[in-house]
Each structure stands twice: as structure tokens, then as C-alpha cells.
């Protein structure tokens, strides 16, 4: 049965703790080689992967490029404004046309619609690499930060600051995967699809809702927030005007735990949602955040090719 990653939630707990413990080991593995060297044992040898990018990228497509050829195989790039997908072409019929010619597709898209489409007609595993909806693999890198710096993930408490998006939704799932908690603080008008808060519920976690910041951080271990103005949104001067209560600086992040981790999934807009005192401060944890993209996305795509996990 092909294996997609459209969510987290394709993978199951035990699946994403397989991919977790997967990213770790082989980032401990290559330390101190040269980027560009692969993996000893090549695992992906003679797999192509094609990535599709109908919205821009520095993260998602550095991280799976060099993921698939450290794991032995080969990547090709299809923008969505040179390719016939841009020109009208179903994305059925595209995907029933490179399933023919690779191994594993990779999307990068604004409508959640096309990538359940795509998975649908392609015969070779699909990885979801952002859509309006979610981004289950900037997750995985999120969760391997945060065990690397020492936090289990059961029973830990997580703070959202600012818009209701796609990496919140996300992150909610990933709560009822590992049952941990989350106190999201958004403005009115701006909050997570109820959904995902209802399942991860359903699972075990304990998703809040507050208007108020500083509720959110009290006592929390991991502080996450993102972009208020999402990539094709307008610079909306009343979106940022209600956001600004949720910046994360340093008086919020002094009323979280002392050793409260900060993580941000890039780019961010530095002095709106947080201030440059936070993210290049010494709790910030968003580099290794950045660099566990690529490590992430080496585990992801083992688990698709059904390396890891049951």
C-alpha cells in the first residue's frame, strides 16, 4: 500500500516516533561530514524524488534536495509557473504522469484540495510540503528540536502566539499523537480550524483557547509562534494591529519557564511577531529548528519508502 504524508496523522504516533528516533540517529551519524556526502549506507539509492513548488521555498526545498541525495537518490525541481500544472493541466493527470517517471512526489501548494487530489491518482507516496491547511513536516523538525534540547514530549506544555495557521494546526495534532498540551493565544477572528483541537482532545491532549498572552506562556516549556502575513496575503495593517498584543519578547518569554525553548519555522518578520532580543537570544532554539528540516525530511521519506515503522 503506498504510503502518503499528507499529515501526521498518516503515520500514527508510532510511526512519526520511528521517524523521530530515525532523524536523530542519522543526524548523530554524518556529524562533521561534508554536506554533500552521502549517507554509508545510501538507503534511497536509485529513487527520484520530484518536488513541486507552486509557492515559494528556502527551507522545504534546500531540506528535501539535500535529503534525497544524502540518502543515496536524486531530486528534480517543477515550479508550478514552468510547468504544465501552472498551464491548466490536472493535478489527476499530473500526478498519474509522474508516477510513471519517479519514486515519490513532494507538493508544495496553497490549496490542502490539490495535494488530497494528487494522492489520490498518484501510485508512488506523496509528502505534503505545506498547504493552507497543515505542515506535518516542519512538525517533525519542530518535535526532534525539542528532544535533542532534553524535553519529553509527554505531559509538556506549549504556548501559541498570534495567527491560527497551518503550522498550528500541525503542531495541535502532533499534541494528540504524543499527548502533550496546547494554550493557543490568538485575537479574535483568528483562530485554529476547531477540527484539529477536537481530535487532539480526543487523543488525550489538552488544546486552550485565550485572548490573553501571558496566560499562554505561564509556566510553559515551548513558546511557538509564526509569520502574521502568510505568503500571497496582502500586508494587512488591521491584521497586524490586532496581532501586535501576541509578540513574543522578552517580557512575554520571562513569564514562561526559565529554561523555555523558542522556535519559529522561518522566515520571520523580525519586530513584529518577535523581537531580534528573543529569536537571537540564548532559549531560541530556531537554527537547529532550520537545520532539522533536513534531517526530518531524510526520515520522512524513509517511512514513505516503508524503511521505518510497521
Known sequence: MTRHFISLSDAGGDGVAAILADAIDRKAARAHLPKGTMDADAPLAGRTLAMIFEKNSTRTRVSFDMAIRQLGGTALVLEGGTSQIGRGET???????????VDAIMIRTDDHAKIEEMARHATVPVINGLTDLSHPCQIVADLQTVLESGLALPGSQWAWLGDGNNVLHSIIEAAGL????????VPEGYEPDPRFGDEAQARGARITLTRDAVEAVSGADVIVTDTWISMGQDHAEAKLAAMMPYQVNDALMA??????RFLHCLP????EEVTDTVIDGPRSLVWDEAENRLHAQKAVLRWCFGQLGE
Open 91 to 101: 493535478i489527476a493527470d499530473t500526478a498519474r504522469v509522474l508516477s510513471r517517471m
Open 178 to 185: 504524543f499527548k502533550f498540551d496546547v494554550r493557543v493565544a
Open 255 to 260: 513569564a514562561a519557564k526559565a529554561d523555555a
Open 268 to 271: 520571520a518578520h523580525r519586530g
